[in-house]
Protein backbone atom coordinates (compact mmCIF):
# COMPACT_ATOMS: atom_id res chain seq x y z
CA UNK A 1 0.00 0.00 0.00
CA UNK A 2 1.11 3.62 -1.18
CA UNK A 3 2.88 5.57 1.89
CA UNK A 4 0.24 8.18 1.16
CA UNK A 5 -3.12 5.71 1.33
CA UNK A 6 -2.61 6.35 5.20
CA UNK A 7 -5.29 5.46 8.22
CA UNK A 8 -6.35 7.65 10.89
CA UNK A 9 -9.52 6.39 13.62
CA UNK A 10 -11.77 8.92 15.51
CA UNK A 11 -13.46 7.15 18.73
CA UNK A 12 -16.09 9.16 20.82
CA UNK A 13 -18.12 7.62 23.62
CA UNK A 14 -20.17 5.06 21.45
CA UNK A 15 -17.06 2.76 21.15
CA UNK A 16 -17.42 1.95 24.40
CA UNK A 17 -20.94 1.68 24.89
CA UNK A 18 -20.39 -2.19 24.36
CA UNK A 19 -18.08 -2.93 26.78
CA UNK A 20 -20.87 -1.24 28.78
CA UNK A 21 -19.30 1.45 30.31
CA UNK A 22 -21.77 4.17 30.80
CA UNK A 23 -23.26 6.42 28.03
CA UNK A 24 -23.80 9.78 28.39
CA UNK A 25 -27.26 9.62 28.83
CA UNK A 26 -27.12 6.94 31.63
CA UNK A 27 -24.13 9.55 33.51
CA UNK A 28 -26.86 12.15 32.69
CA UNK A 29 -29.33 10.48 34.21
CA UNK A 30 -27.28 9.07 37.78
CA UNK A 31 -25.91 12.39 38.09
CA UNK A 32 -29.61 14.52 38.22
CA UNK A 33 -31.21 11.96 40.32
CA UNK A 34 -29.04 9.33 42.17
CA UNK A 35 -29.85 9.31 45.36
CA UNK A 36 -26.16 6.87 46.58
CA UNK A 37 -24.08 10.00 46.17
CA UNK A 38 -22.47 11.67 49.17
CA UNK A 39 -20.05 14.19 49.65
CA UNK A 40 -17.10 13.71 52.66
CA UNK A 41 -14.83 15.88 54.19
CA UNK A 42 -12.38 15.90 51.99
CA UNK A 43 -14.42 17.65 48.86
CA UNK A 44 -14.80 14.34 47.24
CA UNK A 45 -18.15 12.91 46.12
CA UNK A 46 -18.00 9.42 45.70
CA UNK A 47 -21.01 6.33 46.01
CA UNK A 48 -22.26 5.23 49.46
CA UNK A 49 -25.56 4.78 51.42
CA UNK A 50 -26.75 8.44 52.54
CA UNK A 51 -28.06 7.02 56.06
CA UNK A 52 -24.18 6.67 57.34
CA UNK A 53 -23.58 10.33 56.26
CA UNK A 54 -26.62 12.00 58.16
CA UNK A 55 -24.25 13.86 61.11
CA UNK A 56 -21.90 15.10 58.24
CA UNK A 57 -22.36 19.43 57.64
CA UNK A 58 -22.17 18.84 53.89
CA UNK A 59 -24.63 16.07 53.97
CA UNK A 60 -27.14 18.17 52.05
CA UNK A 61 -24.57 19.55 49.56
CA UNK A 62 -25.27 16.05 47.02
CA UNK A 63 -29.20 17.08 47.16
CA UNK A 64 -28.64 20.96 46.92
CA UNK A 65 -25.94 20.42 43.82
CA UNK A 66 -28.89 17.92 41.70
CA UNK A 67 -31.54 20.44 42.74
CA UNK A 68 -29.39 23.41 40.61
CA UNK A 69 -28.39 20.94 37.90
CA UNK A 70 -31.94 20.30 36.89
CA UNK A 71 -32.79 24.16 37.00
CA UNK A 72 -30.31 24.51 34.34
CA UNK A 73 -31.07 21.23 32.67
CA UNK A 74 -34.58 22.97 32.06
CA UNK A 75 -33.18 26.30 31.29
CA UNK A 76 -30.96 25.04 27.97
CA UNK A 77 -34.28 22.76 27.41
CA UNK A 78 -36.23 25.76 27.12
CA UNK A 79 -33.26 27.71 24.69
CA UNK A 80 -33.50 24.48 22.66
CA UNK A 81 -37.58 24.44 22.51
CA UNK A 82 -37.69 23.72 18.90
CA UNK A 83 -34.73 21.47 18.23
CA UNK A 84 -34.88 17.93 19.18
CA UNK A 85 -31.65 17.05 21.63
CA UNK A 86 -31.39 15.64 24.53
CA UNK A 87 -29.62 17.46 27.46
CA UNK A 88 -26.92 15.82 28.64
CA UNK A 89 -24.39 16.37 31.67
CA UNK A 90 -22.17 18.31 28.79
CA UNK A 91 -24.23 20.48 28.27
CA UNK A 92 -25.38 21.22 31.86
CA UNK A 93 -21.38 21.66 32.76
CA UNK A 94 -20.88 23.77 29.68
CA UNK A 95 -23.32 26.67 30.91
CA UNK A 96 -21.93 26.21 34.91
CA UNK A 97 -18.19 26.93 33.12
CA UNK A 98 -20.34 30.36 31.20
CA UNK A 99 -21.74 31.08 34.66
CA UNK A 100 -18.56 30.63 36.78
CA UNK A 101 -16.64 32.58 34.37
CA UNK A 102 -19.02 35.32 33.93
CA UNK A 103 -20.05 35.82 37.31
CA UNK A 104 -17.09 36.61 38.52
CA UNK A 105 -14.76 37.81 35.12
CA UNK A 106 -14.57 41.93 34.83
CA UNK A 107 -13.87 41.02 31.11
CA UNK A 108 -16.72 38.67 30.83
CA UNK A 109 -20.48 38.88 28.73
CA UNK A 110 -21.76 42.24 29.83
CA UNK A 111 -25.57 40.81 29.00
CA UNK A 112 -24.57 38.47 31.66
CA UNK A 113 -25.58 40.62 34.53
CA UNK A 114 -29.10 40.57 32.90
CA UNK A 115 -29.61 36.92 32.75
CA UNK A 116 -28.55 36.42 36.01
CA UNK A 117 -31.26 38.54 37.55
CA UNK A 118 -33.69 36.51 36.12
CA UNK A 119 -32.00 33.53 37.32
CA UNK A 120 -30.83 33.58 40.76
CA UNK A 121 -34.55 34.00 42.16
CA UNK A 122 -34.94 30.16 40.99
CA UNK A 123 -32.32 28.65 43.14
CA UNK A 124 -32.60 30.78 46.11
CA UNK A 125 -33.70 28.44 48.66
CA UNK A 126 -30.43 26.60 47.67
CA UNK A 127 -27.94 29.48 48.75
CA UNK A 128 -28.94 29.51 52.26
CA UNK A 129 -26.21 28.27 54.99
CA UNK A 130 -25.19 24.05 55.45
CA UNK A 131 -25.53 24.98 58.95
CA UNK A 132 -27.69 28.38 59.98
CA UNK A 133 -26.21 28.07 64.07
CA UNK A 134 -22.38 28.04 62.25
CA UNK A 135 -23.03 30.64 59.42
CA UNK A 136 -21.64 28.59 57.54
CA UNK A 137 -22.38 30.43 54.08
CA UNK A 138 -23.13 28.81 50.73
CA UNK A 139 -23.17 31.28 48.23
CA UNK A 140 -23.18 30.97 44.21
CA UNK A 141 -19.04 31.03 44.37
CA UNK A 142 -19.81 27.74 46.68
CA UNK A 143 -22.41 26.46 44.44
CA UNK A 144 -20.99 26.53 41.21
CA UNK A 145 -17.49 24.91 42.74
CA UNK A 146 -19.26 22.11 44.49
CA UNK A 147 -21.27 21.51 41.11
CA UNK A 148 -18.23 21.43 38.99
CA UNK A 149 -16.30 18.52 41.14
CA UNK A 150 -20.10 16.76 41.31
CA UNK A 151 -19.70 16.38 37.85
CA UNK A 152 -16.18 15.80 36.89
CA UNK A 153 -15.28 13.38 40.01
CA UNK A 154 -18.91 11.35 39.47
CA UNK A 155 -18.65 11.13 36.04
CA UNK A 156 -14.96 9.97 36.31
CA UNK A 157 -15.89 6.95 38.94
CA UNK A 158 -18.59 5.90 36.69
CA UNK A 159 -16.26 5.48 34.10
CA UNK A 160 -13.28 4.18 35.67
CA UNK A 161 -14.58 0.47 35.21
CA UNK A 162 -13.28 -2.65 33.89
CA UNK A 163 -14.37 -3.26 29.82
CA UNK A 164 -16.94 -6.50 29.95
CA UNK A 165 -16.14 -7.52 26.45
CA UNK A 166 -14.65 -5.92 23.71
CA UNK A 167 -17.20 -6.78 21.02
CA UNK A 168 -17.46 -3.17 19.99
CA UNK A 169 -13.41 -3.13 19.06
CA UNK A 170 -13.83 -6.40 16.97
CA UNK A 171 -12.62 -4.58 13.87
CA UNK A 172 -9.72 -3.11 15.11
CA UNK A 173 -7.95 -6.38 16.09
CA UNK A 174 -8.87 -7.49 12.59
CA UNK A 175 -7.10 -4.81 11.39
CA UNK A 176 -4.40 -5.65 13.45
CA UNK A 177 -3.56 -8.63 11.51
CA UNK A 178 -3.11 -7.18 8.19
CA UNK A 179 -0.10 -6.51 6.65
CA UNK A 180 -0.84 -4.05 4.41
CA UNK A 181 -1.49 -1.16 7.12
CA UNK A 182 2.24 -0.93 8.93
CA UNK A 183 0.83 1.81 11.14
CA UNK A 184 -2.09 4.20 11.97
CA UNK A 185 -3.21 6.78 14.45
CA UNK A 186 -5.89 6.16 17.33
CA UNK A 187 -7.53 10.19 18.02
CA UNK A 188 -9.98 8.84 21.02
CA UNK A 189 -12.30 11.64 22.95
CA UNK A 190 -13.28 9.49 26.00
CA UNK A 191 -12.32 9.41 29.49
CA UNK A 192 -12.41 5.96 29.90
CA UNK A 193 -9.85 3.32 29.41
CA UNK A 194 -11.38 0.48 27.24
CA UNK A 195 -8.99 1.18 24.47
CA UNK A 196 -6.24 0.70 26.76
CA UNK A 197 -7.82 -2.66 28.30
CA UNK A 198 -8.32 -4.06 24.79
CA UNK A 199 -4.79 -3.61 23.75
CA UNK A 200 -3.21 -4.82 27.16
CA UNK A 201 -5.59 -7.74 26.74
CA UNK A 202 -4.43 -9.05 23.96
CA UNK A 203 -0.67 -7.79 24.20
CA UNK A 204 -0.51 -4.99 21.66
CA UNK A 205 1.92 -2.65 22.26
CA UNK A 206 1.02 0.82 21.50
CA UNK A 207 2.78 4.72 22.67
CA UNK A 208 -0.12 7.05 24.11
CA UNK A 209 3.03 9.52 25.66
CA UNK A 210 3.60 7.79 28.47
CA UNK A 211 6.57 6.18 29.72
CA UNK A 212 7.79 4.40 33.08
CA UNK A 213 10.77 5.77 34.60
CA UNK A 214 12.79 4.44 37.38
CA UNK A 215 10.20 4.45 40.03
CA UNK A 216 8.24 1.98 37.76
CA UNK A 217 5.66 5.00 37.33
CA UNK A 218 4.40 5.99 33.98
CA UNK A 219 5.30 9.82 33.43
CA UNK A 220 3.55 11.95 30.49
CA UNK A 221 6.12 12.70 27.54
CA UNK A 222 4.76 13.55 24.61
CA UNK A 223 8.20 13.55 22.52
CA UNK A 224 7.26 9.77 22.82
CA UNK A 225 5.01 10.90 20.22
CA UNK A 226 7.84 11.51 17.56
CA UNK A 227 8.93 7.39 17.98
CA UNK A 228 8.06 5.00 14.98
CA UNK A 229 5.56 3.13 16.48
CA UNK A 230 2.41 0.91 14.99
CA UNK A 231 -0.17 2.35 17.36
CA UNK A 232 0.18 5.84 18.79
CA UNK A 233 -3.10 6.50 21.23
CA UNK A 234 -3.68 10.50 21.32
CA UNK A 235 -6.57 10.58 24.00
CA UNK A 236 -7.68 14.61 23.26
CA UNK A 237 -10.02 15.06 25.99
CA UNK A 238 -7.34 13.79 28.62
CA UNK A 239 -8.17 10.19 30.81
CA UNK A 240 -9.90 9.36 33.89
CA UNK A 241 -5.95 7.66 35.18
CA UNK A 242 -4.38 10.69 34.55
CA UNK A 243 -3.46 12.96 37.40
CA UNK A 244 -0.92 15.55 38.05
CA UNK A 245 1.46 14.92 41.21
CA UNK A 246 0.89 12.84 43.65
CA UNK A 247 3.67 12.49 46.64
CA UNK A 248 3.31 8.62 46.55
CA UNK A 249 3.78 7.76 43.18
CA UNK A 250 4.65 10.57 41.05
CA UNK A 251 7.32 13.06 40.48
CA UNK A 252 7.12 16.69 41.01
CA UNK A 253 5.30 18.46 38.52
CA UNK A 254 4.73 15.61 36.43
CA UNK A 255 1.87 14.21 35.00
CA UNK A 256 1.49 10.06 35.87
CA UNK A 257 -1.29 7.23 34.99
CA UNK A 258 -2.58 5.80 38.17
CA UNK A 259 -2.71 2.12 38.53
CA UNK A 260 -6.05 0.31 38.72
CA UNK A 261 -8.05 3.39 39.01
CA UNK A 262 -11.41 1.00 39.24
CA UNK A 263 -10.07 0.88 42.72
CA UNK A 264 -10.74 3.80 44.17
CA UNK A 265 -13.70 5.00 46.16
CA UNK A 266 -13.70 8.30 44.32
CA UNK A 267 -11.43 10.06 41.81
CA UNK A 268 -11.05 13.37 42.68
CA UNK A 269 -8.35 15.24 40.24
CA UNK A 270 -8.39 13.31 37.30
CA UNK A 271 -7.34 15.03 33.88
CA UNK A 272 -10.27 15.15 31.61
CA UNK A 273 -12.08 18.04 29.50
CA UNK A 274 -15.95 18.12 30.34
CA UNK A 275 -18.56 20.16 28.23
CA UNK A 276 -19.62 21.07 24.71
CA UNK A 277 -18.34 24.26 23.70
CA UNK A 278 -15.91 25.27 25.98
CA UNK A 279 -13.56 22.84 24.62
CA UNK A 280 -12.43 24.94 22.55
CA UNK A 281 -11.19 27.16 24.53
CA UNK A 282 -9.48 24.22 26.90
CA UNK A 283 -7.55 23.71 24.50
CA UNK A 284 -5.06 26.23 25.08
CA UNK A 285 -4.62 24.75 28.22
CA UNK A 286 -1.63 21.95 29.26
CA UNK A 287 -1.48 19.09 27.87
CA UNK A 288 -4.47 19.64 25.95
CA UNK A 289 -3.07 21.68 24.24
CA UNK A 290 -0.53 19.14 23.07
CA UNK A 291 -3.10 16.70 22.25
CA UNK A 292 -4.74 18.83 20.15
CA UNK A 293 -1.52 20.39 18.13
CA UNK A 294 -0.99 16.22 17.77
CA UNK A 295 -4.60 15.75 15.72
CA UNK A 296 -4.35 19.00 13.91
CA UNK A 297 -1.08 18.19 12.94
CA UNK A 298 -1.60 14.57 12.67
CA UNK A 299 -4.58 14.28 10.57
CA UNK A 300 -3.29 15.78 7.76
CA UNK A 301 -0.87 12.61 7.78
CA UNK A 302 -3.88 10.56 6.85
CA UNK A 303 -6.19 10.49 3.31
CA UNK A 304 -8.35 8.24 4.95
CA UNK A 305 -10.71 8.98 8.44
CA UNK A 306 -12.70 6.38 10.59
CA UNK A 307 -14.96 8.31 12.96
CA UNK A 308 -17.28 5.53 15.33
CA UNK A 309 -19.05 6.49 18.04
CA UNK A 310 -18.95 10.78 18.36
CA UNK A 311 -21.81 12.97 17.69
CA UNK A 312 -19.70 15.78 16.24
CA UNK A 313 -20.68 18.19 19.02
CA UNK A 314 -16.73 19.60 19.66
CA UNK A 315 -15.93 22.01 17.38
CA UNK A 316 -12.80 22.19 18.02
CA UNK A 317 -12.26 18.82 16.33
CA UNK A 318 -15.58 19.57 13.72
CA UNK A 319 -13.37 22.60 12.15
CA UNK A 320 -10.60 20.25 11.72
CA UNK A 321 -12.53 17.70 10.25
CA UNK A 322 -14.32 19.79 7.76
CA UNK A 323 -10.42 21.62 6.82
CA UNK A 324 -9.33 18.53 6.53
CA UNK A 325 -12.18 17.03 3.89
CA UNK A 326 -11.25 20.25 1.49
CA UNK A 327 -8.86 18.23 0.39
CA UNK A 328 -9.95 16.30 -2.81
CA UNK A 329 -7.74 12.97 -1.67
CA UNK A 330 -9.39 12.58 1.62
CA UNK A 331 -12.37 10.21 2.43
CA UNK A 332 -14.29 10.12 6.12
CA UNK A 333 -16.39 6.94 7.17
CA UNK A 334 -18.53 7.53 9.72
CA UNK A 335 -20.18 4.36 11.08
CA UNK A 336 -23.28 4.97 13.67
CA UNK A 337 -26.57 3.53 14.07
CA UNK A 338 -27.99 7.16 13.69
CA UNK A 339 -25.72 8.15 11.42
CA UNK A 340 -28.40 10.71 9.20
CA UNK A 341 -28.75 12.38 12.48
CA UNK A 342 -25.20 13.50 12.15
CA UNK A 343 -25.78 15.48 8.54
CA UNK A 344 -26.66 18.63 10.66
CA UNK A 345 -23.68 19.17 12.09
CA UNK A 346 -22.02 19.57 8.92
CA UNK A 347 -21.66 23.15 7.42
CA UNK A 348 -23.77 23.71 4.91
CA UNK A 349 -21.18 23.12 2.06
CA UNK A 350 -20.89 19.28 3.05
CA UNK A 351 -24.86 19.15 4.29
CA UNK A 352 -25.88 20.28 0.98
CA UNK A 353 -24.44 17.33 -1.25
CA UNK A 354 -24.60 15.02 2.11
CA UNK A 355 -25.88 11.81 -0.28
CA UNK A 356 -24.22 12.73 -3.27
CA UNK A 357 -20.59 13.64 -1.64
CA UNK A 358 -18.43 10.68 -2.57
CA UNK A 359 -15.81 11.48 -0.15
CA UNK A 360 -18.26 10.84 2.76
CA UNK A 361 -19.24 7.25 3.18
CA UNK A 362 -21.99 5.90 6.06
CA UNK A 363 -22.51 2.80 7.81
CA UNK A 364 -25.68 3.00 9.66
CA UNK A 365 -25.12 0.12 12.20
CA UNK A 366 -23.26 -0.26 15.53
CA UNK A 367 -20.04 -0.84 15.36
CA UNK A 368 -19.89 -4.63 17.34
CA UNK A 369 -22.04 -5.62 13.91
CA UNK A 370 -18.65 -4.24 11.91
CA UNK A 371 -16.14 -6.01 10.83
CA UNK A 372 -12.74 -5.08 9.13
CA UNK A 373 -13.67 -6.57 5.74
CA UNK A 374 -17.32 -4.93 6.24
CA UNK A 375 -15.20 -0.91 6.27
CA UNK A 376 -12.31 -2.17 3.53
CA UNK A 377 -15.12 -2.32 1.05
CA UNK A 378 -16.67 1.06 2.03
CA UNK A 379 -12.79 2.93 1.94
CA UNK A 380 -12.06 0.95 -1.30
Known sequence: MDDFDKIAFLFGSGIS???????????????????????????????????????????DIPQRVQNFLNVLKIEIEQYYNNISRTINYEDIYYLLDFIEYNYYQNEGNPAFKYIIKEFEPK?????????????????MNRLLYESKRYIKQTT?????????NFSGLRFLQD?????????????????DTV????????????????????????????????????????????????????????????????PEIDKYDTISNSLILIGTHNKISDYIKDLYLELYYRFYKNLNNHNKLI???YGFNDRGINQKIFNWL??????????????E??????????????????????ITDYIENISWKDIQSRLE
Not at 156 to 164: E, M, R, T
Not at 203 to 216: L, V
Not at 348 to 360: A, G, T, V
Open 17 to 59: IPAKIPSTLEISEILLNSKSIVRGSAENFFFDNPKRFEWSLYK
Open 123 to 139: IKDILIPLDPDLEDSFD
Open 156 to 164: AKLLSVQAQ
Open 175 to 191: VLLKKDYNSFDIFSLNH
Open 195 to 258: IEQFFNNYNISFNDGFQRNSSNVEIWNPQLFENEDKIKLYKIHGSVNWQYYDQENCEDNQICKI
Open 307 to 309: IIG
Open 326 to 339: YNPFNKLLIIDPQV
Open 341 to 362: TKKIKFPSYLFRHWDKNNKISK
